[in-house]
C-alpha cells in the first residue's frame, strides 16, 4: 500500500542524516550510543501517535535510547529498513507482505493498528452508492498498491458484484477527485481522511471490508531490520517496550496522547479537532486486540489476509516470479519485544 495517512500539511524539516553505509553493531557495545532511526511512512499524523507520545513522555529516555524519526522521502519504509538505512519503520501488512515476499530483510515486530482502519468510501450525498456491489462500472481513485484491486474486487464480488471497474492511480490526489466527482470511490484511512472529510463538510459513506467476508488484517506495522533486531537484541526489546507504552498511553488517554503529537510537531496540523477525534477513535477501535493488549499479533490474523494475497497470484519472490506456496507466516513477526 502506498503511504497515503494524511496529506501533507506543512513542510516538515527534514533532518540532516545518512542514510547509507549504516552497518549494524551489536549489543557488544559498539552500537550502543548510535541513534535508532525509525522511517515514517508519510508526514505526522495519529497512526504515529505512539511513537509520539514515547518520544514527548520521555519513554525513549528512559530507556537509554536517541531516537530519531527520518521523515518521509519517497522511498518507502520497507526499504529503508530492508536494506539498514533505517532500524525501525512504519509500514502495513499488504506491503510488508509483497517486501517480505521479495526476499526484504524485515521482520514486524508490533502491530500498531489491530484492524483495517482503511474502507471503501463514496461521498454520503451518492444515492445511487449504497454498498458495494453499486461500485461496478465506476471509477476507483487508487494508489497503486500491490493488491489493492484484487481486495476491492473481492468485497464488491462478496456482495453480489461482478467486481469490474475503472482504476486511476491518483495517490493523495484520490481524495479530491472524489470530492469533485471526477472518482466514484477510494480507500481513505477513517481515522484521518474519514474525519478530514467530516469536517469540511463533505462527509463520507463507508464500507468495512469485514463486514462482507473479507479477512480482516494489521493495517499499520511497525516492523525492524532483521540482522539489526538479532544483532541487537537487547536495544530492540527497549525500543520496542518504549513505542509499546507510547500506544498503550494512547490507549487509555487519547486526549494527552494528541496534545503530544501536536507538541511534538508544530503547525504539522491545521485542525486540534482533526487530531483529537483521530485519536479518539483509535483508542476506541483500533489500537487494543480483543484481550485487551496493544501491540501482539497472531498467525491466524497474518495468514487470513497475506493468505489472501498469495492466493492472487500477484505476489512474487526475488526473482520476481509469482509465488503460490504459503509461508510460514510465524517467521514474519514477533511478539518477543512486548509485554504483556
Same mark, same amino acid.
Given at each position: 500500500?502506498?503511504?497515503?495517512?494524511? #496529506?501533507?500539511?506543512?513542510?516538515?524539516?527534514?533532518?540532516? !542524516?545518512? !542514510?547509507?553505509?549504516?552497518?549494524?553493531?551489536?549489543?557488544?557495545?559498539?552500537?550502543?550510543?548510535?541513534?535508532?532511526?525509525?522511517? !515514517?511512512?508519510?508526514?505526522?499524523?495519529?497512526?504515529?501517535?505512539?511513537?509520539?507520545?514515547?518520544?514527548?513522555?520521555?519513554?525513549?529516555?528512559?530507556?537509554?535510547?536517541?531516537?530519531?524519526?527520518?521523515?518521509?522521502?519517497?522511498?518507502?519504509?520497507?526499504?529503508?529498513?530492508?536494506?539498514?538505512?533505517?532500524?525501525?519503520?512504519?509500514?502495513?501488512?499488504?506491503? /510488508?507482505?509483497?517486501?517480505?515476499?521479495?526476499?526484504?530483510?524485515?521482520?514486524?515486530?508490533?502491530?500498531?493498528?489491530?484492524?483495517?482502519? $482503511?474502507?471503501?468510501?463514496?461521498?454520503?450525498?451518492?444515492?445511487?452508492?449504497?454498498?458495494?456491489?453499486?461500485?461496478?462500472?465506476?471509477?476507483?481513485?487508487?494508489? %497503486?498498491?500491490?493488491?489493492?484491486?484484487?481486495?476491492?474486487?473481492?468485497?464488491? #464480488?462478496?456482495?453480489?458484484?461482478?467486481?469490474?471497474?475503472?482504476?486511476?492511480?491518483?495517490?493523495?490526489?484520490?481524495?479530491?477527485?472524489?470530492?469533485?466527482?471526477?472518482?466514484?470511490?477510494?480507500?481513505?484511512?477513517?481515522?484521518?481522511?474519514?474525519?478530514?472529510?467530516?469536517?469540511?463538510?463533505?462527509?463520507?459513506?463507508?464500507?468495512?471490508?469485514?463486514?462482507?467476508?473479507?479477512?480482516?488484517?494489521?493495517?499499520?506495522?511497525?516492523?525492524?531490520?532483521?540482522?539489526?533486531?538479532?544483532?541487537?537484541?537487547?536495544?530492540?526489546?527497549? /525500543?520496542?517496550?518504549?513505542?509499546?507504552? %507510547?500506544?498503550? !498511553?494512547?490507549?487509555?488517554?487519547?486526549?494527552?496522547?494528541?496534545?503530544?503529537?501536536?507538541?511534538?510537531?508544530?503547525?504539522?496540523?491545521?485542525?486540534?479537532?482533526?487530531?483529537?477525534?483521530?485519536?479518539?477513535?483509535?483508542?476506541?477501535?483500533?489500537?487494543?486486540?480483543?484481550? %485487551?493488549?496493544?501491540?501482539?499479533?497472531?498467525?491466524?490474523?497474518?495468514?487470513?489476509?497475506?493468505?489472501?494475497?498469495?492466493? $492472487?497470484?500477484?505476489? $512474487?519472490?526475488?526473482? %520476481?516470479?509469482?509465488?503460490?506456496?504459503?509461508?510460514?507466516?510465524?517467521?514474519? /513477526?514477533?511478539?518477543?519485544?512486548?509485554?504483556?
Amino acid at each position: 500500500m502506498l503511504p497515503r495517512a494524511l #496529506r501533507p500539511l506543512a513542510v516538515v524539516a527534514v533532518l540532516a !542524516l545518512a !542514510l547509507t553505509g549504516c552497518a549494524a553493531t551489536g549489543d557488544d557495545g559498539s552500537g550502543s550510543g548510535a541513534p535508532i532511526r525509525v522511517a !515514517l511512512d508519510w508526514t505526522p499524523n495519529t497512526n504515529h501517535i505512539g511513537l509520539f507520545a514515547a518520544q514527548q513522555a520521555g519513554y525513549f529516555r528512559d530507556a537509554g535510547l536517541d531516537v530519531e524519526f527520518l521523515p518521509y522521502n519517497q522511498s518507502s519504509p520497507d526499504t529503508l529498513v530492508g536494506s539498514g538505512a533505517a532500524d525501525f519503520g512504519i509500514s502495513f501488512q499488504d506491503s /510488508f507482505t509483497f517486501s517480505r515476499a521479495a526476499g526484504a530483510d524485515i521482520t514486524s515486530v508490533m502491530a500498531i493498528l489491530q484492524h483495517w482502519a $482503511t474502507e471503501i468510501a463514496v461521498r454520503a450525498d451518492r444515492a445511487d452508492l449504497q454498498r458495494p456491489r453499486d461500485l461496478d462500472g465506476r471509477v476507483y481513485a487508487g494508489f %497503486g498498491g500491490p493488491g489493492e484491486n484484487q481486495k476491492m474486487q473481492a468485497v464488491i #464480488r462478496a456482495d453480489g458484484g461482478r467486481g469490474e471497474f475503472r482504476t486511476e492511480v491518483l495517490s493523495t490526489a484520490a481524495y479530491e477527485a472524489l470530492y469533485s466527482g471526477q472518482a466514484d470511490f477510494t480507500e481513505p484511512f477513517v481515522n484521518v481522511e474519514g474525519i478530514e472529510a467530516q469536517l469540511r463538510g463533505e462527509p463520507l459513506r463507508t464500507f468495512r471490508y469485514t463486514d462482507y467476508g473479507f479477512p480482516d488484517a494489521y493495517n499499520v506495522l511497525l516492523i525492524g531490520n532483521s540482522t539489526w533486531l538479532g544483532q541487537n537484541p537487547e536495544r530492540a526489546r527497549a /525500543f520496542v517496550g518504549a513505542v509499546q507504552r %507510547g500506544y498503550a !498511553l494512547a490507549a487509555q488517554d487519547p486526549a494527552a496522547a494528541a496534545r503530544m503529537l501536536a507538541e511534538a510537531n508544530p503547525g504539522a496540523f491545521t485542525s486540534d479537532e482533526l487530531v483529537d477525534r483521530g485519536a479518539q477513535m483509535l483508542a476506541r477501535d483500533f489500537l487494543r486486540d480483543p484481550q %485487551g493488549r496493544v501491540g501482539f499479533q497472531t498467525p491466524q490474523q497474518w495468514a487470513g489476509f497475506s493468505g489472501f494475497l498469495y492466493d $492472487t497470484g500477484t505476489v $512474487t519472490g526475488p526473482d %520476481g516470479a509469482p509465488v503460490r506456496q504459503k509461508p510460514d507466516f510465524t517467521t514474519w /513477526f514477533t511478539n518477543d519485544y512486548l509485554t504483556p
